[in-house]
């Protein structure tokens, strides 16, 4: 069983603060977290985050950056989105307790993603991910300073897994749940599968698309299905090519 310093990333999106890069390098430390994963953030390295790591700062100088998302999180099998706000997105939701739970349940590389400091995460990135965790805070001044979001769950994290970390709860399926990479190029194929079946609107495409999303990342498909499905897609494509109805 791999330890959560291994296969916990946290993935802070374009954080303006390099600052809070430093502050957040110093929350996971603290809690024996290490893999700090920057998706284009404004300015780093930079004093700043160095003075704010105060001591942290082999977690920056190890701190993989990355230009888009995507890379950030290629070969995570499972993502939480952390939201400022309780329904950012009709998308399932966790409370830091069960995220933290359900990472625990598993081996498998995870990945916390933390918005900007103005805006948190798009919609687009939420919906990259399998689930949603909101802190829950004072509803009237909800939205937490990025780096103190991030030590509430590296400190859940820690509470809830000592030495004894739980043997592994699997579905049964045999395969490992498919990695973030697989699945966006599953939803490309769908998408343009959906398109040349005339099933997706050409002008207004979104919405449809979400709802898909939200349906196949509740599944959180293996790899093995997500490989029949896109079997099925190439069975629907090889049909479209030889002018409908099967043999
Ligand atoms: N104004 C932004 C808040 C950004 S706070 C908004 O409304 O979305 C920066 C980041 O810290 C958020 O994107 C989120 O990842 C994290 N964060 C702040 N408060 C949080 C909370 N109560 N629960 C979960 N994440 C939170």
Redesign the pocket.
């Known amino acids: 069983m791999r330890p959560l310093r291994e296969r916990v990333r946290i993935v802070l999106v374009e954080p303006s603060h390099p600052g809070n890069i430093g502050s957040a390098a110093r929350a996971m430390k603290t809690m024996g977290l290490t893999r700090l994963v920057l998706v284009n953030p404004a300015a780093f390295p930079h004093p700043e985050a160095t003075a704010m790591a105060s001591g942290a700062d082999d977690l920056l100088e190890a701190a993989e950056v990355h230009p888009d998302l995507d890379a950030a999180i290629a070969g995570c099998r499972r993502v939480y ?5 309780r329904r ?1 997105l009709e998308w399932p939701m966790r409370t830091p307790e069960t995220c933290v739970d359900e990472i625990l349940a598993t081996d498998v590389e995870t990945a916390l ?9 798009t919609n687009e990135e939420l919906a990259r991910c399998h689930a949603l ?3 829950p ?1 004072n509803p009237d001044y ?5 780096a103190q ?1 991030v030590q509430v769950m590296a400190y859940l994290l820690h509470r809830a897994a000592p030495s004894t970390e739980r043997p592994i709860d699997t579905d049964g399926t045999g395969y490992p749940p498919a990695t973030a990479t697989e699945l966006e190029g599953f939803f490309a194929h769908l998408e343009s599968v959906l398109h040349r079946t005339g099933f997706l609107q050409p002008d207004r495409p979104g919405r449809m698309m979400l709802r898909l999303r939200r349906l196949f990342l509740r599944a959180a498909p293996d790899e093995k299905e997500v490989n029949i499905l896109r079997g099925i897609l190439s069975s629907v494509e090889d049909c479209c090519e030889r002018g409908g109805g099967g043999d």
């Open positions: 989105g952390l939201s400022a706000r950012a993603l933390f918005g900007r400091e103005r805006s948190g995460l965790v909101h802190i805070a909800s939205s937490l300073n990025v979001a």
